[in-house]
């Protein structure tokens, strides 16, 4: 059964980096379009980068300039590469395949949303 398992969530302030990760099982990541969406308590899940099969990529606004998704596809792994984080950055990050390629895109029916992993920014 194909599924996600994200990791590299935590605390930071201000301005600090981090790095998640997005093991995949299942199927290859490198096959679909991946991306990362995060959500905050009572909010709905929305995307902020997403990398086709050829490693086109696609951010939202609010992380242009700041985050970068890259894959490995040898080890099966997405990443997401956060740097001069900010307090709005706060959520609960997820990895999923995504249909069209867009941070517009829907998630795709055959994998189950994973557990998420927690980014914090204090100021």
């Known amino acids: 059964h194909a599924r996600t398992e994200e990791s590299g969530g935590d605390s930071v302030q201000t301005g600090g980096s981090l790095r998640l990760s997005c093991a995949g099982s299942?199927?290859?990541?490198?096959?679909?379009?991946m991306g990362w969406f995060r959500q905050t308590l009572g909010q709905e899940r929305v995307g902020v980068a997403v990398i086709d099969g050829d490693g086109t990529t696609d951010y939202a606004d609010s992380v242009k300039g700041r985050f970068t998704v890259s894959r490995d596809n040898a080890k099966n792994i997405l990443y997401l590469q956060m740097n001069d984080l900010k307090p709005e950055d706060t959520a609960l990050y997820y990895c999923m395949s995504v249909r069209p390629c867009s941070v517009w895109g829907q998630k795709v029916q055959w994998i189950p949303w994973g557990q998420g992993t927690q980014v914090t920014v204090s100021s």
């Open positions: 299942g199927f290859l990541l490198g096959l679909e379009c």
